[in-house]
């Protein structure tokens, strides 16, 4: 005896709806609408990330090259001051002060107070510096051709932020000040 189970379905043709697969428009519009709005509220924080990193990458390479001023002056030979402000002028740099023109009143310093004498074929230290940056040096920095220094502060200055460097003696390595 069979059973209506056992009987096979007339198949049926599917209708439109059932064959139509995708996404309506309507479906389209709010997920763009979506992204759009997370796009907008994350491009400024994309921007203040690539401002952090610029200018984490500047003061890097500056510290790489103040740390980087002994190698050179083993490498060419010759002296390297470090001295005044930067940004130099094409004509500062040119000149350096090499202690020739007021011998005398390193004779008249008082007790305890030193003063570099800045050897005759010293070269003068030069670097980039971004537009708004200054560098100040309390005292002239000789890095010697047999890699050493004599060791000063360099104060970096960006806008209203100050960074104080101390570089010791013998190797000069720029460390940031407290």
Not at 33 to 54: C, Y
Not at 85 to 95: H, I, L, M
Not at 109 to 117: D, F, K, S, T, Y
Not at 136 to 151: H, K, L, M, N, W
């Amino acid at each position: 005896m069979q059973t209506l189970a056992s009987y096979p379905r007339p198949r049926r043709k599917p209708s439109h709806k059932a064959v139509a697969r995708g996404f309506t428009l309507l479906e389209i519009l709010v997920v763009l609408t979506l992204v759009g709005l997370i796009t907008a509220f994350s491009m400024p924080e994309f921007n203040v990330i690539h401002d952090r990193l610029a200018f984490r990458l500047d003061r890097d390479t500056f510290e790489q090259t103040l740390g980087g001023f002994a190698y050179q002056a083993f490498k060419d030979g010759r002296p390297i001051v470090l001295s005044g402000e930067y940004p130099k002028s094409a004509n500062e740099v040119d000149k350096l002060d090499n202690g020739k023109k007021d011998e005398l009143d390193y004779a008249f310093l008082p007790p305890g107070e030193v003063r570099a004498v800045i050897p005759i074929n010293a070269q003068p230290a030069t670097f980039p510096l971004p537009d708004t940056w200054r560098v100040t040096v309390e005292a002239p920095i000789i890095y010697q051709p047999s890699g050493f220094c004599d060791g000063g502060k360099v104060t970096l200055l960006i806008g209203q932020q100050r960074y104080d460097y101390d570089l010791k003696a013998p190797t000069c390595q720029p460390a940031l000040g407290q």
